[in-house]
Nanobody, 122 residues
């Protein structure tokens, strides 16, 4: 399984972006997906949002994302999205997606994609 994040770029403060994370390979079910951000010059990654599918769908957001971000997954396309509105310069960073995916022969495993860069100008 491979994950590919896209949708980053240069955006003005106050603008919006919709990041995509495409999962390819042998996939039976996406159990969960999350997005994290690594700010420039920082080692730690911040968990921004995650979505989990059980008998219901549960989403959580970091304080920095609450009220201006939406995480979703199109299961037919094996693609996750993170839409962020009212972007701020402090949203600048590399955005990574991760997904926990189930397949019969491998069970459930967590995969990470390469990041997509977001730069927010003031």
């Amino acid at each position: 399984v491979q994950l590919q994040a896209s949708g980053g770029g240069l955006v003005q403060s106050g603008g919006s972006l919709k990041l995509a994370c495409v999962a390819s390979g042998t996939i039976f079910k996406i159990n969960s997906m999350k997005w994290v951000r690594q700010a420039p010059g920082k080692f730690d990654r911040e968990l921004l949002a995650d979505i989990t599918f059980t008998s219901t769908t549960a989403t959580t957001y970091s304080d920095s994302m609450k009220g201006r971000a939406t995480i979703s997954v199109d299961k037919d396309k094996n693609t996750g999205y993170l839409e962020i509105r009212d972007l701020k310069p402090e949203d600048t960073g590399a955005y990574f997606c991760s997904a926990n995916i189930y397949y019969f022969s491998t069970g459930s495993r967590t995969y990470w994609g390469r990041g997509t860069l977001v730069t927010v100008s003031s």
